[in-house]
T-cell receptor
Framework: GQQVMQIPQYQHVQEGEDFTTYCNSSTTLSNIQWYKQRPGGHPVFLIQLVKSGEVKKQKRLTFQFGEAKKNSSLHITATQTTDVGTYFCAGRNDYKLSFGAGTTVTVRA | DGGITQSPKYLFRKEGQNVTLSCEQNLNHDAMYWYRQDPGQGLRLIYYSQIVNDFQKGDIAEGYSVSREKKESFPLTVTSAQKNPTAFYLC?????????????????FGPGTRLLVL
């Protein structure tokens, strides 16, 4: 079945530094979504990518969908303490939205 | 948040007991979902429903049951057959229009229920 894998599982970042989290699928996806879950909270939708090679930006966050539509990345520049949380990618194939295990981000001030 | 409410926030289950988690949405969404989240893991789909009086099993449906008698409500029962029920349970909804059929919908999550076994 479809599997979505995320790396790294944990990301410890110095405030002000950049980092990237990666998402890989075993199958071609029709779209990929990214969610953020703050500690103790619930996932909140960030963005959706649909087209091959698509790149979208939200302030310091840059999301990319691979050409083969099997991988995606989230790059955060100038990390801030507000970026703390777990970032999930979720890939859609047919009816099913499969979530990765998430990248949990902590920030050192 | 997002017009989805879940109750209770914390729930304790005794051995051999069935418990029901509530999920209500006022977003007029057709589709609703139940996920289970364990530490260090992503969200795993338990059941989903695209329309009233219809629902489908997800990846880990064993030991769970659902009903969808109203568009707004999608309760989840954790039965005694579920041997490891301790987890964070999340309910979500999404619109089921052309966007859903094209796989371009957004899922809106409730605040979740933490289930603990005594």
């Amino acid at each position: 079945g479809q599997q979505v894998m995320q790396i790294p599982q944990y990301q410890h970042v110095q405030e002000g530094e950049d980092f990237t989290t990666y998402c890989n699928s075993s199958t071609t996806l029709s779209n990929i979504q990214w969610y953020k879950q703050r500690p103790g909270g619930h996932p909140v939708f960030l963005i959706q990518l649909v087209k091959s090679g698509e790149v979208k930006k939200q302030k310091r966050l840059t999301f990319q969908f691979g050409e083969a539509k099997k991988n995606s990345s989230l790059h955060i520049t100038a990390t801030q303490t507000t970026d703390v949380g777990t970032y999930f990618c979720a890939g859609r194939n047919d009816y099913k939205l499969s979530f990765g295990a998430g990248t949990t981000v902590t920030v050192r001030a | 948040d997002g017009g989805i409410t879940q109750s209770p926030k914390y729930l304790f289950r005794k051995e051999g007991q069935n418990v029901t988690l509530s999920c209500e949405q006022n977003l007029n969404h057709d589709a609703m979902y139940w996920y289970r989240q364990d530490p260090g893991q992503g969200l795993r789909l338990i059941y989903y429903s695209q329309i009233v009086n219809d629902f489908q099993k997800g990846d880990i449906a064993e030991g769970y049951s659902v009903s969808r008698e109203k568009k707004e409500s999608f309760p989840l029962t954790v039965t005694s057959a579920q041997k490891n029920p301790t987890a964070f349970y999340l309910c979500a909804s999404s619109p089921w229009e052309d966007g859903w059929l094209l796989g371009q919908e957004t899922q809106y999550f409730g605040p979740g229920t933490r289930l603990l076994v005594l």
